[in-house]
């Protein structure tokens, strides 16, 4: 019981230091920086946090996450009931923003379940063309020596003509 206290003290507080409505941008490198966005074009977004505004380019950002006020929690949830009790009313927020999250993350998966195709892709046609390459070193070789072949016939043939005129 001390416990599931603690944990929801420290929850409270954590929650408490965020801002009540934080809007989240997560970077494609992975960052993540929560304020108030004051500005969203489309050259990009200008999030204010601790008191700075910061830019970010649209090709940086990966999602940009617009924050809500808490929803009351749904009365039938057992879970969101011991958090509203241990005084943490925002589970449906932290809900909402975990399904955002894996949201994100299936996205990031097809893309690289999309890059790992391209990837094998271009992997076979590489082999294709090494297949190639081998073919035409082999043809090589044997032109070679069909030419040296012919050539030490010609000299044979040259030398015997020189020799008996």
Request: with cysteine; glycine share 8%.
């Amino acid at each position: 019981m001390r416990l599931w206290i603690a944990l929801a003290a420290a929850a409270a507080l954590l929650l408490a230091a965020l801002p009540a409505s934080a809007d989240t941008v997560v970077l494609k490198d992975g960052r993540r920086m929560s304020g108030e966005i004051v500005a969203d074009d489309a050259a990009g977004v200008q999030l204010k946090t601790r008191g700075i505004t910061v830019t970010f380019k649209r090709d940086e950002i990966a999602v940009v996450e617009k924050g809500e006020a808490a929803a009351p929690a749904s009365p039938d949830d057992p879970v969101a009931q011991r958090f509203a009790a241990a005084g943490v009313p925002e589970v449906d927020r932290m809900r909402r923003r975990a399904h955002g999250l894996l949201e994100a993350a299936d996205k990031a998966a097809a893309e690289a379940r999309k890059d790992r195709s391209d990837a094998d892709g271009v992997r076979g046609q590489l082999e294709a063309v090494e297949k190639r390459i081998e073919n035409g070193r082999s043809e090589r070789e044997k032109l070679v020596t069909r030419y040296d072949s012919a050539r030490a016939k010609y000299d044979d043939a040259a030398s015997k003509c020189g020799s008996g005129g």
